[in-house]
């Protein structure tokens, strides 16, 4: 990994988007901004400033057996490729949680249990 910071983003995962938005906006006063560009995931972004980690509130079919508490904050770290840090992690004993993901002009994902069970996202401009 050639990256000078390696937190890329993070997702709260709720099962209600509507009720998490009032929540965060209201104890911190900020407005997150609402993403509804896939069917099978909604999200409200916190704020960022351009060249810093940001996240966001997620509800997804994939976080659908999600309950509050713990692996329910997922950390993405960057890397150079996703797909090559994918196959180094299933190599020393990782688990893939879920498949490289295109994620638009953003680049790409992918998530991976390490081996004491945590759930971690990957992110990279490349595939």
Known sequence: MNITCPIAWFEIVVQDLERAIQFYESVFNTQLTYINENPK????????????????????????????????????????????????????????VFAVTPIGENGYIAGFKDTEGNYIGLWSQNL
């Open 41 to 96: 995931m909604k999200m409200a972004i916190f704020p960022y400033k351009e060249g810093y980690p940001s996240g966001a509130l997620v509800q997804s079919d994939c976080y659908a057996d999600h309950h509050s508490g713990p692996s329910t904050v997922l950390i993405y770290l960057a890397t150079d490729s996703v797909a090559k840090q994918l196959s180094v992690i299933k190599k020393h004993g990782g688990e893939e």
